[in-house]
């Protein structure tokens, strides 16, 4: 599912939004790898067997992974990692795709393909990520995060990865539906946008209309991605409040 919006300017000026967007997406350091992790992974299949065995709620909260026996602020990171997975939305409701966890027959085989969108840049580097070593995932991970990350934050990161990948089921994911591609990388939304500041006012017989003719107006249509990384949306949003509004 896409998301549209229109956008209406009286002077459109001669930015070209995909160099904006990238340009936006580059400073940010925006990348298809969650930012979610576990400082302690020796609750996670406990916590995931629970949430198997227990009804879905309303919204995933601190206070319903209590009610299933969790309360260390530790255990309180699953929601993230849920989140990054796609299993929630941003604000902690269950998606369809945490009712296809909850099918006993499939339920692993969905946090694989959670797994592969969440840690995409990762699977891009090697397409069988789920194999590497612990040491292997920490090393790539350096490199995608080019030093923006610590040393425990990127052990931490690796570590709930292996986890993951060790709960998970790797064989015949590709039997298991899947839903429209959740998260785009800033390259692909550019590729649908229009060159703003290059666009041509054409008359009828396909010539361009002189730019002084008229006070114009453009109406310009953006259609977003349905996506699980916010930081997408903000850095397109941050460009066109500051080159176009």
């Not at 339920?107 to 969108?117: F, H, V």
Request: hydrophobic share 35%.
């Amino acid at each position: 599912m896409e998301v549209g919006f229109l956008i209406s300017i009286k002077k459109p000026n001669r930015y070209n939004l995909k160099s904006i967007i990238q340009k936006e997406c580059k400073d940010r350091n925006i990348m298809a790898l969650t930012n979610s992790y576990l400082t302690s992974t020796k609750n996670f299949e406990g916590i995931m067997n629970s949430i198997l065995g227990a009804r879905a709620p309303e919204r995933f909260t601190n206070k319903f992974l209590e009610d299933l026996g969790y309360k260390s602020s530790n255990d309180r990171l699953i929601v993230g990692v849920l989140k990054s997975l796609g299993l929630l939305n941003e604000t902690g409701e269950p998606t369809q795709r945490y009712y296809d966890f909850l099918d006993q027959t499939q339920s692993k085989k969905i946090i694989a393909i959670g797994i592969q969108e969440a840690y995409e840049d990762l699977f891009n580097l090697k397409k069988d990520a789920q194999n590497m070593s612990q040491e292997d995932v920490k090393n790539k991970l350096k490199t995608l995060t080019q030093g923006a990350k610590g040393e425990r934050v990127i052990e931490s990161m690796a570590r709930t990865f292996k986890t993951l990948c060790d709960y998970a089921e790797w064989s015949d994911i590709s039997t298991i539906p899947r839903a429209d591609k959740v998260a785009k990388s800033c390259d692909n939304i550019t590729s649908e946008i229009d060159d703003i500041g290059e666009q041509k006012l054409l008359s009828d017989n396909g010539e361009k209309k002189q730019s002084n003719q008229l006070g114009l107006h453009y109406n310009i249509q953006i259609h977003l991605p349905e996506t699980t990384n916010m930081a997408v949306y903000d850095a397109i949003f941050q460009s066109i409040k500051k080159h176009l509004m």
